[in-house]
């Protein structure tokens, strides 16, 4: 699940690609709370490093000599995290809770989702040196894993988001958008879910030209990664070259797909605008509620219980 505030009806790009994975990962399973309802968040945060590490395995199947420096690693950048962001978590939960009761506009709606942005943009570029520690530990069969994992990752976008009937994948992607609505508002109501079906199926997602840009990532992942692999770079080298990857990761050199993604974002503002509108005083007591609680979990983690 995601976090319930981000209502992504369908991945812009799908995770997987190298060293961003690698950063994806730590980054969203160190916010906990953008992954688990309320209840788990503790349990899951305090186990993110080994969670983290299992995630990054089955992309890279790390060596019995990689494993103990990928956990420091990890473990360095979660208790940064813990020190660090999560009281900025806090911060950022209250002002969301001032602006849920009231009705929302596509401003406000952009503002909370670049503040998710900005969040894991910071643990992305925080965990830039844990990647350049160990992208130079990898061998080129490593490499070799990582390509077949893309192949396998296309396969399940496709599946999930172009192989099918218009119809069908538009459900596909109501019932996820629902979902994850709920764990924000509570049960929504046949009007709310009329909201939500209605935008999707006028969203200007278009599933071929994200699964063109995840392709180029990947590309660009693998060739990134190559000059670096079986001790090829020092850490000192392995960073700028990490850290320009992630840029051209997070801002594509393909001004078409930057355009597109522009009008996406903008889209899902006001997807999430006209949902939340649409809902009643009590699902948007609940909403706020929900939030407390995030924030409460957040205050225990950070003080390290």
């Not at 069969?141 to 538009?170: M, T, V």
């Not at 019932?175 to 879910?193: C, D, I, N, P």
């Not at 590309?219 to 960073?239: H, N, T, V, Y």
């Not at 990490?242 to 009008?263: F, G, T």
Request: glycine residues 4%.
């Amino acid at each position: 699940m995601k976090f319930p505030v981000n209502f992504q009806f369908a991945r812009r790009v799908p995770s997987g690609t190298g060293t961003r994975r690698f950063l994806q990962i730590i980054g969203v399973l160190l916010v906990a709370g953008t992954l688990l309802a309320c209840s788990a968040i503790k349990i899951a945060y305090n186990q993110a490093t080994e969670l983290a590490y299992w995630q990054l395995h089955g992309y890279f199947d790390f060596d019995s000599t990689q494993s103990p420096k990928v956990r420091e690693e990890l473990a360095r950048v979660h208790q940064w995290h813990r020190q660090t962001q999560l009281p900025v978590y806090i911060e950022t939960l209250g002002k969301w809770q001032a602006l849920l009761p009231g009705e929302l506009d596509e401003a406000q709606a952009c503002g909370i989702f670049d503040e998710v942005r900005s969040r894991l943009q910071a643990i992305s570029d925080r965990a830039v040196p844990a990647a350049g520690a160990v992208v130079g530990t990898l061998g080129h069969e490593q490499l070799k894993a990582l390509k077949q994992k893309f192949s396998e990752l296309n396969a399940d976008y496709r599946s999930d988001f172009l192989d099918g009937k218009p119809h069908a994948l538009i459900e596909k992607r109501f019932k996820k958008a629902v979902s994850r609505a709920e764990m924000l508002y509570g049960r929504l109501e046949e009007k709310q879910q009329a909201v939500l079906r209605e935008r999707i199926r006028h969203s200007v997602f278009d599933a071929t030209i994200s699964l063109a840009e995840f392709q180029r990532r990947q590309r660009d992942a693998l060739q990134s990664l190559a000059p670096l692999i079986a001790g090829q770079a020092s850490q000192e080298k392995a960073r700028p070259a990490v850290q320009a990857y992630l840029e051209r990761a997070a801002n594509s050199p393909d001004p078409a797909y930057r355009r597109y993604q522009e009008r996406l974002n903008r889209d899902n503002c006001k997807t999430f605008a006209a949902l939340h509108n649409s809902t009643t005083a009590a699902q948007r007591t609940k909403a706020v509620q929900t939030l407390q609680d995030y924030a409460q979990d957040f205050a225990i983690l950070a003080a390290g219980h």
